[in-house]
């Protein structure tokens, strides 16, 4: 049976999620999380797809994105995983799939799911209990959208600059939100929708 066409219209956010083949993990030590954001970042511009915000688990990547040209999205995470996998493979010497199939998506046309999404993206290292704090974890887009560090791969969303008047308060403001309890209900309809591919 066919695969139904991806849902990936230009100019719409929407969350990412690649997980590894049968969940192992693709990220054993530091340096492959610091290769991967090296291609995130260089694959991201190539195909003008805007990140606002991602994390990397040691066997899935969470991204909230925007593609601005045709099929962008496609391409970007295409381009990533084959040349993560030749990287990976090369490394530990190890063949087969790394990748469980093509990554999944859903489009965001609900405006109020969006901060949300970014909140459910950067707390999965909490909500896993791998930290219990998000600013402890380091392989996700906390530090950028709180202005810790200089943003490098994030491109604010609008209704992130709608936050605060500066980055400053931006920053502060989005601390703040994340701090918030997020409901088990916008948690559930968002992965539920990523995973059958469904708008939010």
């Known amino acids: 049976m066919p695969r ?3 849902y990936s219209p230009t100019g719409m956010t929407q969350h990412v999620i690649h997980h590894g083949a049968n969940r192992r993990s693709c990220f054993l030590d530091a340096h492959d999380y610091l290769h991967y954001l090296s291609l995130l970042s260089q694959y991201s511009a190539r195909y003008q797809v805007l990140i606002h915000a991602w994390v990397v688990m040691n066997n ?21 995983a084959q040349q993560y996998a ?3 493979n090369q490394k530990y010497r190890y063949t087969g799939s790394l990748w469980g199939g093509r990554f999944q998506n859903c489009v965001i046309e609900d405006e109020d799911y969006l901060l949300y999404c ?31 560090v200089a943003k490098t791969i994030v491109t604010p969303h609008d209704l992130y600059k709608a936050l605060g008047k500066n980055q400053i308060d931006r920053g502060e403001n989005y601390r703040a939100f994340l701090n918030l309890e997020l409901e088990e209900s916008y948690i559930n309809r968002i ?5 059958r591919g469904r708008t939010i």
Not at 191 to 195: F, G, H, I, L, Y
């Open 4 to 6: 139904l066409p991806r």
């Open 191 to 195: 992965r539920q929708c990523t995973r």
């Open 60 to 80: 899935h990547i969470h991204l909230l994105a925007t593609p601005m040209a045709d099929k962008g999205l496609s391409k970007m995470m295409q381009s990533i």
């Open 86 to 88: 030749q990287y990976f």
């Open 118 to 148: 970014y909140a459910y993206i950067e707390n999965n290292p909490v909500r896993t209990g791998i930290v219990s704090f998000i600013g402890e974890y380091r392989w996700s887009s906390y530090a950028e959208n709180t202005n810790t």
